[in-house]
């Protein structure tokens, strides 16, 4: 009767749908852990492993899709690390990213600011921002959430996150 109405724990749906949910064993685990990279199985489905389980490579381009997704011109580096640190606070990795991004072309360093890129890097809520019903510990400000933001980059997922903090990484609040 109500089977309908009722979202699993572990449910997604992208941020701008309406109750869309899908099977929670299509995002791989549906515990509290995980956020983390996206890896995709012979099925096609995408399993998600924790930030923790990814190696420094991958934290790397992880972050480094972060900051080519930033929707903000130019960032003071206090608020580019700010979102780095969902990603890593090991300083050494933290500057790892920003020499990657800096050799890529993805931001410019100028004195103490960071300019990004322009040019279509931005997320599409849509597509790229999934939400999930459970019990979780936003990364960014470590308040406890009931449905968690998750953002999909080629290179992995980064989440969980709450609203506010999810658009203020992205460079939106």
Same mark, same amino acid.
């Given at each position: 009767?109500?089977?309908?109405?009722?979202?699993?724990?572990?449910?997604?749906?992208?941020?701008?749908? #309406?109750?869309?949910?899908?099977?929670?064993?299509?995002?791989?685990?549906?515990?509290?852990?995980?956020?983390?990279?996206?890896? =995709?199985?012979?099925?096609?489905?995408?399993?998600?492993?924790?930030?923790?389980?990814?190696?420094?490579?991958?934290?790397?381009?992880?972050? #480094?899709? &972060? !900051?080519?997704?930033?929707?903000?011109?130019?960032?003071?580096?206090?608020?580019?690390?700010?979102?780095?640190?969902?990603?890593? =606070?090991?300083?050494? !990795?933290?500057?790892?990213?920003?020499?990657?991004?800096? !050799?890529?072309?993805?931001?410019?360093?100028? @004195?103490?600011? &960071?300019?990004?890129?322009?040019?279509?890097?931005? /997320?599409?809520?849509?597509?790229?921002? /999934?939400?999930? @019903?459970?019990?979780?510990?936003?990364?960014?400000?470590?308040?406890?959430?009931?449905?968690?933001?998750?953002?999909?980059?080629?290179?992995?997922? !980064?989440?969980?996150?709450?609203?506010?903090?999810?658009?203020?990484?992205?460079?939106?609040?």
């Amino acid at each position: 009767m109500g089977d309908a109405d009722t979202v699993e724990e572990g449910a997604e749906r992208h941020a701008g749908d #309406v109750k869309d949910t899908e099977d929670a064993s299509d995002t791989g685990d549906a515990g509290d852990d995980t956020e983390g990279a996206a890896e =995709t199985d012979v099925s096609g489905a995408a399993s998600v492993r924790p930030v923790s389980e990814l190696d420094r490579g991958e934290r790397v381009e992880l972050g #480094v899709d &972060l !900051l080519a997704h930033v929707e903000r011109e130019s960032l003071s580096l206090s608020e580019a690390v700010d979102r780095i640190e969902s990603v890593t =606070t090991n300083p050494a !990795l933290t500057r790892e990213i920003l020499d990657t991004a800096e !050799l890529r072309g993805v931001i410019e360093r100028e @004195e103490g600011r &960071l300019r990004t890129r322009r040019g279509g890097t931005f /997320v599409r809520f849509e597509r790229q921002v /999934v939400e999930r @019903e459970g019990d979780y510990e936003c990364r960014r400000c470590g308040a406890g959430l009931s449905t968690g933001h998750f953002v999909r980059f080629e290179s992995g997922e !980064l989440g969980p996150f709450g609203p506010s903090c999810v658009r203020k990484i992205l460079g939106r609040g």
